[in-house]
């Protein structure tokens, strides 16, 4: 027996809690019908299109394990980029007024977090030289 909860697109678009997306299955056909992965997307291809799926209708989360993952791939090689791809991803699916009340300022957090955790190695580093 497994639990479900229903997975909502702007809950997802800023956390991305509630679902692993190399765990995801829908079918081929609805992805097709949604336009596919966006190649102008570098990296967050797979991001806009469960945005695009949860945009376009029910998608739940199961409490069962489909994945593991390690850290390590192309996304955590150059964070910088992923934030702001991603930004893009959430510019271009979420409305507009949403994403200027909640959109930009997260950007902002979120380099701002990517700076200080730079800053915050480099001091750790220089204190074990």
Known sequence: MYSQKRLKKNFFAFTRRGACHQSMIY??????????FNDKYLICA????VLKILNAGKAYRLNLLL???EPGGG????LKFVILER?????????PFF???????WTILALAKLL????????KLNDRA
């Open 67 to 69: 994945s593991k993952i």
């Open 27 to 36: 079918k081929t056909e609805t992805l097709l019908k949604l336009g596919g």
């Open 75 to 78: 996304a955590d090689k150059n």
């Open 87 to 95: 930004q893009r991803v959430r510019r271009n699916q979420i409305v």
């Open 116 to 123: 200080a955790r730079k800053a915050f190695l480099k001091v």
């Open 46 to 49: 797979d991001f806009d299109s």
């Open 99 to 105: 994403w200027i009340l909640i959109g930009i300022p």
